[in-house]
Structures are given as structure tokens and as C-alpha cells.
């Protein structure tokens, strides 16, 4: 299927979908602006890749972040817990005197767990300051070739690849792995989430979420730590990257993978391969 179809497609998914999920009209301007916040059907090796720039204009290119490389290697806990960088975009503050001093990016990137920010040599900078993607793009290539396949985001069932030890993930960046609490056992067992919506029913598994994540990912900033607490839950709200769109628009799955989250739907959307 070709972009312009694609696009088709989205529309008149989302034209139909709008309206039933908000239970008032969808207007083109709340359709434009869904639009907006859907960027799943990019090629798989931009999926999460976060491009940070400074807030005013600065002597550098761009620095680009890419989640699906670092996520091969460390667990989103070292980074969204350990080293504080927030899990929305633009937040962090990060800055050239933070990773000198060994924070943010420099916490890694200190020529020791890998390429220094630092001056020496200079084309290191080049590796995240740039706008020519082409070698992380091959570098993907490389790296997906081995990962089991999904239609979606990264084209990578990441979740598969931790079932199947294909992912070998550091934990904490201190010396001795962290003593880490353990799942309590009352959350071993899936939630049943949804409304009464036919086929609206939702698995969510806190096993396997806390695999990579720690609890205050979630709670209380994007999930109330009570059954049913999370008020103003919906499907819209989660296209719009709120609540589970938090992450399953912009790094984990996206929400066009509606089995992923609905044992019960059909994807609807265009998948890619
Ligand atoms: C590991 C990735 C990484 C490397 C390597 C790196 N930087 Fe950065 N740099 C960043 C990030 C992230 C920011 C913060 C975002 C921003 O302000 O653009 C930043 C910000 C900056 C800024 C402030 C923003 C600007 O454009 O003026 C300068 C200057 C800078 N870096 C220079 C360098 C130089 C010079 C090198 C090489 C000696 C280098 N950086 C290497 C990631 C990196
Ligand atoms: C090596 C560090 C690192 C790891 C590991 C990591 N992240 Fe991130 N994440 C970042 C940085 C840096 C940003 C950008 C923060 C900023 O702009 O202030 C970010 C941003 C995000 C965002 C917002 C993206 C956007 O486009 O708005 C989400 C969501 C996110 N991360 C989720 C995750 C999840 C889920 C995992 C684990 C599967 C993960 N991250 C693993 C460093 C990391
Ligand atoms: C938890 C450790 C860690 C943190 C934090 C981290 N990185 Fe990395 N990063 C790595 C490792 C390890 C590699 C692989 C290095 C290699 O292959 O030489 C890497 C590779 C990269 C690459 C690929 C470069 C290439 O030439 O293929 C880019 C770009 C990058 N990091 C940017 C960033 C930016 C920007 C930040 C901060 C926003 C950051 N990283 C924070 C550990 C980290
Ligand atoms: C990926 C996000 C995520 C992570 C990580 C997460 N939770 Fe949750 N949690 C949820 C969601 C979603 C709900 C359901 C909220 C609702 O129904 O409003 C929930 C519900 C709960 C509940 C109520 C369960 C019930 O049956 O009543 C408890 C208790 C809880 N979480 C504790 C934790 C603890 C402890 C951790 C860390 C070990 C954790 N959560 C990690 C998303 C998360
Ligand atoms: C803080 C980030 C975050 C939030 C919030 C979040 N997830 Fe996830 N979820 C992930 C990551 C990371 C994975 C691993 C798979 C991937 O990256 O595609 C995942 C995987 C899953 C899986 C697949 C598990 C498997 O075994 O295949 C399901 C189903 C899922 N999430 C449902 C949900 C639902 C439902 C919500 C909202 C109630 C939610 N998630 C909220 C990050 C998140
Ligand atoms: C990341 C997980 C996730 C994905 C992917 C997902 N959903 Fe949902 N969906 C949910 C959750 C959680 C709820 C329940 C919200 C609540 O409890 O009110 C829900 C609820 C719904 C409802 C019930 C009405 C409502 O607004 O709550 C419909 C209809 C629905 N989803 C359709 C879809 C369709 C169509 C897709 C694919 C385009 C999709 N969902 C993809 C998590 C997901």
C-alpha cells in the first residue's frame, strides 16, 4: 500500500472511530490534530528516535537520541529512574555543561561505557549532532535482522525478544546491580481493563511492564495505583498520547496495533511489511 493510501485509510478509520469514542462529533480540526499525534507509519528504524534540540537555536546540528538502540542494551529503568531523564520529550533540560560534568548523556558517554561528549576526537560529536541518519539507519538494519518481527513501530517485538533472552539488559549503571524489589505477588496476575464496549477488553500485564520499568513510570503521574482510579481513561485519550499513548505512541508499540492491547479487535490500521 502507498503513503497516499495509507493516509486514506487513517482518515476514514479515525472519522469513523472519533466520533463513537468521544460520543460527540469529530470536527475535521479535533481529526487534523489527531493526525498530528499519530507518527506510527514511519519507516521502523526512526520509530522513537528523539531529536533534541536547543531551546534557542544553537552552533550545532541537532543531537538525536535513539531509543531502540539504547533499549537493546539498557532497561528504560536506568534512564527514566536512575539518571532522571523524564519520559516526556523536551523535559530533561539536558545541556553541554550536564553531560561535561558526566550527567544526562555524559553519564555513558564519558569514553569509558561509550564515545565521550567530550572534545577528543572531534568527529565523536558527529555521531549524535547530526542530520545524515543513513549509517544509524544501516545500523538498525543490521540489528533488527536478528529480532523477532512485528508490523509495527520498530518492526520489533520487543517484548518477544525479552521472552526469548534475545535481549540482554543492564539494569542499573551502578557497579553492583541494585537490590530491586520484587513484583508484588498480588500484581502477578493481568488486569482486566476496558469498558463494556464490545471487544473492548484490554490485557495488561504488570509483570511484564515491570521487566523493564519501574513502578514510578507509571504511578501516580500517568495511572492512578488503584483499580478503576484513573479518571478520564479512554481510548481518545490515549490516541491523543495520554495514558498508555504515553509510551505506545512514541517508543513502545504504537496504538494502530490494537490486538496488542484488544485480545479481541482486529488491527485496523495499515501495518507495515
Ligand atoms: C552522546 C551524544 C552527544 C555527543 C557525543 C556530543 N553531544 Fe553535544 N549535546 C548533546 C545533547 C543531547 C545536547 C542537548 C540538546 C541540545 O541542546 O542540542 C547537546 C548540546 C550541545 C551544545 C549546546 C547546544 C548548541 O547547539 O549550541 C553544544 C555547543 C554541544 N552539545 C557541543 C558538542 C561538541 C563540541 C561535541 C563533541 C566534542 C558534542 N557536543 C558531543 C549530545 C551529544
Ligand atoms: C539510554 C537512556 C534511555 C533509555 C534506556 C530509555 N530512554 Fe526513553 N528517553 C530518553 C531520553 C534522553 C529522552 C528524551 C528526554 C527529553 O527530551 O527531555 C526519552 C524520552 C522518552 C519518551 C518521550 C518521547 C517523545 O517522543 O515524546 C518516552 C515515551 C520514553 N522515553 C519511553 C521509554 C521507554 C518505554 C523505555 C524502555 C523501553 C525507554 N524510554 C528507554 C532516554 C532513554
Ligand atoms: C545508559 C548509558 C547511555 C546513555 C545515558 C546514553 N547513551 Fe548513547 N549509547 C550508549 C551505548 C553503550 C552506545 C553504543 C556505543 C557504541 O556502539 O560505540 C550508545 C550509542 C549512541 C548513539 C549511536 C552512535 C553511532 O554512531 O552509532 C547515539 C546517536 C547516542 N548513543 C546518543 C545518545 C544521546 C543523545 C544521549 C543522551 C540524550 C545518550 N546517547 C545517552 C549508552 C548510553
Ligand atoms: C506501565 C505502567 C505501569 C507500571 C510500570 C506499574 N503499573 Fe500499577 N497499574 C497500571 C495500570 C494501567 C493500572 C490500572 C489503573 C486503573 O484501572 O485506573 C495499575 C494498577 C495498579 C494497582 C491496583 C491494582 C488492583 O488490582 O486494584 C496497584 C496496587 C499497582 N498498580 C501497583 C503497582 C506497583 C507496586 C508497581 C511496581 C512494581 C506498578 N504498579 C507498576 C500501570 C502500571
Ligand atoms: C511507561 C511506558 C508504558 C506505558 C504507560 C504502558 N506501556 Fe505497555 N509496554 C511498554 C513497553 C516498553 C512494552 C514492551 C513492548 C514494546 O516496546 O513494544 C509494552 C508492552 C505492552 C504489551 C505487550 C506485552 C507482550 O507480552 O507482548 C501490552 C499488551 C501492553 N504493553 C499494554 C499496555 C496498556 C493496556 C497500557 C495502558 C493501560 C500500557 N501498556 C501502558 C511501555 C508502556
Ligand atoms: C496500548 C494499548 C491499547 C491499544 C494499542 C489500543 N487500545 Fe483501545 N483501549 C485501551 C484501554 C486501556 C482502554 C480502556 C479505557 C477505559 O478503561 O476506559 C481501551 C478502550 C477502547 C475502546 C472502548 C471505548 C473507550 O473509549 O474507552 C475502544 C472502542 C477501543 N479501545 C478501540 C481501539 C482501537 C480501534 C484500537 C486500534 C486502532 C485500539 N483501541 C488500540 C488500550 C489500547
Not at 469514542?21 to 507509519?41: A, N, V
Not at 538525536?64 to 533540560?93: A, K, M, N, Q
Not at 555543561?97 to 550527567?103: Q, V
Request: aromatic share 8%; hydrophobic share 30%.
Amino acid at each position: 500500500m502507498n503513503t497516499a493510501t495509507r493516509v486514506l485509510v487513517l482518515l476514514v478509520v479515525l472519522w469513523v472511530l472519533v466520533p463513537t469514542m468521544s460520543g460527540q462529533g469529530g470536527s475535521r480540526s479535533e481529526l487534523g490534530r489527531i493526525l498530528e499525534t499519530i507518527p506510527p507509519d514511519g519507516p521502523p528504524w526512526s520509530y522513537g528516535n528523539v531529536v533534541l534540540r536547543p531551546a534557542r537555536g544553537g552552533r550545532m546540528d541537532p543531537a538525536v537520541f535513539p531509543h531502540w538502540l539504547h533499549r537493546s542494551r539498557y532497561t528504560c529503568r536506568v534512564c527514566h529512574l536512575e539518571l532522571g531523564f523524564s519520559i516526556r520529550r523536551g523535559e530533561t533540560g539536558i545541556s553541554r555543561s550536564g553531560n561535561l560534568a558526566g550527567r544526562h548523556c555524559g553519564a555513558c558517554h564519558n569514553g569509558k561505557v561509550a564515545f565521550s561528549v567530550s572534545s577528543q576526537p572531534k568527529r565523536q560529536c558527529q555521531r549524535c549532532h547530526t542530520r545524515d541518519l543513513k549509517p544509524l539507519k544501516r545500523r538498525f538494519e543490521q540489528f533488527a535482522a536478528g529480532m523477532p518481527e512485528s508490523r509495527f513501530g520498530n518492526g520489533i517485538d520487543w517484548a518477544a525478544a525479552l521472552r526469548e533472552g534475545l535481549r540482554d539488559l543492564q539494569d542499573s549503571l551502578g557497579t553492583e546491580q541494585q537490590t530491586r524489589m520484587r513484583l508484588p505477588p498480588n500484581l502477578a496476575r493481568d488486569l482486566e481493563l476496558g469498558t463494556r464496549a464490545p471487544r473492548s477488553g484490554v490485557r495488561f500485564s504488570h509483570r511484564e511492564h515491570f521487566a523493564e520499568m519501574d513502578c514510578s513510570n507509571c504511578h501516580p503521574d500517568i495511572f492512578q495505583i488503584q483499580r478503576s482510579g484513573t479518571e478520564l481513561f479512554s481510548m481518545e485519550r490515549n490516541i491523543f498520547g495520554w495514558y498508555c499513548g504515553s509510551c505506545h505512541m512514541r517508543v513502545a508499540f504504537p496504538m494502530s496495533h490494537c490486538n496488542g492491547c484488544h485480545p479481541g479487535m482486529r488491527d485496523r490500521l495499515p501495518g507495515r511489511r
